[in-house]
């Protein structure tokens, strides 16, 4: 499982890398066309939303493989201590639950507008494999947190409970 998660999160981190690269790509020939014609590219404003779209949901998964992911930890300290495996599983199950959810609500946002054939405004290119992101992240986070609520020693290290660090390799 260990390797799994690891391969996941180095795909995920090189998809990231690229959306970054083309967004970054994408802003700089629309800063040099201004510059040098006096007018930007028109496509550059979809195109780098489309990147920026997609590094923003890979970075869901990538939070959560570093456990730099958004949770409220002040409540991390009122339970005691001994209790930590089983409040482990618990945060890892509702965090999977809780992605699983928006695995449900985007499904049928995907499926929508694959049915109406909807299509980018600017670029005219069919929206529903960009929207398709939005399960697939979410579906590969529940994966990644419903395998760290039956094996916590897969977790990243965490600022919650003392014990609560992933042994290395």
Not at 73 to 85: I, K, Q
Not at 134 to 152: D, T
Request: include cysteine; charge should be positive.
């Amino acid at each position: 499982m260990r390797q799994f998660l690891l391969r996941l999160v180095a795909a995920e981190r090189a998809l990231a890398i690229c959306a970054f690269l083309l967004l970054v790509a994408v802003v700089f020939l629309d800063v040099v066309s201004r510059e040098l014609r006096g007018t930007g590219l028109p496509w550059a404003l979809q195109l780098g939303l489309y990147a920026n779209w997609a590094l923003v949901l890979l970075g869901l998964g990538i939070a959560s493989a570093d456990g730099a992911h958004l949770r409220p930890r002040f409540a991390d300290r009122w339970l005691p201590a001994a209790w930590e495996p089983l409040v482990v599983r618990v945060q890892e199950l509702v965090t999977a639950l809780f992605c699983l959810g928006f695995v449900a609500l985007a499904i049928p946002v995907v499926l929508e507008t694959r049915a109406l054939a909807e299509r980018g405004a600017v670029l005219g290119n069919l929206l529903w494999p960009l929207q398709a992101l939005m399960p697939l992240v979410f579906g590969l986070a529940a994966l990644r947190h419903g395998l760290y609520a039956c094996w916590p020693a897969l977790r990243p290290p965490t600022d919650g409970f003392p014990g609560t660090r992933a042994p290395p390799g």
